[in-house]
């Protein structure tokens, strides 16, 4: 007899209260500016670990030959290499004491970020084509354009109005966590709408403000990046320890579907 999940105000709890501790050690600053700097990085790295523990649970809980426990193991080498890459940076900062260490090695972790979202939702909507209606497509289309049209005001104008004089690494790169996430958040709504009325639909909902936050912060960090004014250790980065909570809590959503508490 397979064990039911755990109660859903267990598991909110435990992700709020890991996010007070952090706001708090953000707003107090143990430490001065060394000891946010280190508090910053590991934060990123413990939710997204946690994000990984709750996808990895997910998938066995659906087995990984079926489409369902395939499309969550997909899912969840997105905080796996959001975790690796965040370690990367952390190691950069804290270990050898170089701040903001944009292109590094951690943006090729963070890049195949992307690219197994991009698969997990391709093979996703692929699978569920059938139900997709037109105007779910028009929605989803329509908020990809404004999103793509804020970004390039926000960020992506000053990134390519100094392509000049920043190497294509960084121009890539710059580039790349904005479009990126207009990309995943647009294929997220597709999904939420295509399932919205179904047992996966507060999920889905979950994952799609996820990745807005994600989104939110990396448009910021881009910003701020390019016009030399991003300092790590600032509330910014707080969005996405957030961002990475709530896509635990989307894993566990999928859990509670056929596990109910």
Do not use: C
């Amino acid at each position: 007899m397979r064990r039911g999940a755990f109660k859903e105000s267990t598991v909110v709890l435990f992700l709020v209260v890991l996010l007070m501790i952090t706001l708090g050690l953000f707003i107090t600053k143990p430490g001065g500016e060394k000891g946010i700097v280190a508090i910053s990085d590991i934060s990123y790295v413990v939710f997204a670990a946690i994000a990984a523990i709750a996808g990895i649970m997910a998938a066995r809980v659906y087995r990984t030959k079926s489409p369902q426990g395939k499309l969550l193991l997909l899912l969840t080498m997105v905080p796996v290499f959001g975790a690796i890459a965040g370690s990367i940076w952390a190691w950069y900062e804290v270990g050898l004491g170089i701040l903001s260490p944009f292109p590094s090695v951690a943006d090729w972790f963070w890049l195949l970020f992307y690219v197994f979202g991009f698969v997990a939702f391709g093979y996703a909507l692929s699978k569920l084509w059938k139900y997709i209606k037109t105007w779910h497509l028009l929605v989803a289309g329509i908020t990809a354009l404004i999103l793509t049209w804020g970004a390039y005001l926000f960020a992506l104008k000053d990134i390519f109005t100094n392509a000049a004089d920043s190497s294509f690494a960084e121009v890539f790169f710059g580039a790349m966590y904005p479009v990126g996430d207009i990309i995943l958040i647009g294929m997220a709504v597709l999904m939420f709408l295509t399932l919205r009325k179904g047992v996966f639909g507060e999920s889905w909902r979950t994952f799609t403000v996820a990745l807005t936050i994600y989104g939110v912060a990396d448009l910021v960090y881009g910003y701020q990046l390019f016009v030399g004014t991003y300092k790590s250790g600032g509330l910014i980065d707080l969005l996405w320890p957030v961002g990475n909570a709530l896509i635990a809590y989307a894993f566990y959503q999928q859990i509670k579907a056929v596990q109910p508490a």
